[in-house]
């Protein structure tokens, strides 16, 4: 069975700076997806970035990036100049394709320090 | 108005009532999930539906039964709630078209449920 782990419980970071969270899985396909979802106070969960597994380009949004090293199974979520609105539990997931069921980790709680 | 919907918002219930939470979706999407999210264990599956006779059983199922009535409708049912089925419960939904792998699962608010 498919894991995803996220080592990091919590995080900080200073407004305007840096961080990256992150997670690695297990897994023995070959194609599949990997997410990062945002959840803020409100509970919602918020789609931050998605990566597929044959694309080797790391996937890009806005200031959110990952570093996906397959041969690792590592997938790291790097946010640049963090913003107040960062603050949130942020979940690593995977699927075997992008529209089955999502395994998630455990979330890293990020805050972010004026 | 939200894409996916949930109802109710918070319940409070005792141990032994059954309880139904309810998921409703204006996407059109074939596919759906009901997840449970508890503090320190991340979202995990309970059960998921890729139409509206296809339903499996996740990896927590014991205690819960679905339904789903309508391709944008699907149910949640505890039949006797116990205290340890306090959590907050997401439902999702995903889109599947020929060819289409990599759509992405859109959330429902969530469900806070606690059982007394």
């Known amino acids: 069975a498919q894991t995803v782990t996220q080592s990091q419980p919590e995080m900080s970071v200073q407004e305007a700076e840096t961080v990256t969270l992150s997670c690695t899985y297990d897994t023995s396909e070959s194609d599949y997806y990997l997410f990062w979802y945002k959840q803020p106070p409100s509970r919602q969960m918020i789609l931050v970035i998605r990566q597929e597994a044959y694309k080797q380009q790391n996937a890009t949004e806005n200031r959110f990036s990952v570093n996906f090293q397959k041969a690792a199974k590592s997938f790291s979520l790097k946010i640049s100049d963090s913003q107040l609105g960062d603050a949130a539990m942020y979940f690593c997931a995977y699927s075997f394709t992008g529209n089955t069921p999502l395994v998630f980790g455990k979330g890293t709680r990020l805050s972010v320090i004026a | 108005d939200a894409d996916v919907t949930q109802t109710p918002r918070n319940r409070i219930t005792k141990t032994g009532k059954r309880i139904m939470l309810e998921c409703s979706q204006t996407?059109?999407?074939?596919?759906m999930y009901w997840y449970r999210q508890d503090p320190g264990l991340g979202l995990r599956l309970i059960y998921y539906?890729?139409?509206?006779?296809?339903?499996n059983k996740g990896e927590i199922s014991d205690g819960y039964s679905v339904s789903r009535q309508a391709q944008a409708k699907f149910s949640l049912s505890l039949e006797s709630a116990i205290p340890n089925q306090t959590a907050l419960y997401f439902c999702?939904?995903?889109?599947?078209?020929?060819?289409?792998?990599?759509?992405?699962?859109?959330f429902g608010p969530g469900t806070r449920l606690t059982v007394l």
């Open positions: 996407k059109g999407h074939d596919r």
């Open positions: 999702a939904t995903s889109d599947y078209r020929e060819g289409l792998t990599a759509d992405t699962q859109y």
């Open positions: 539906s890729f139409d509206v006779k296809d339903i």
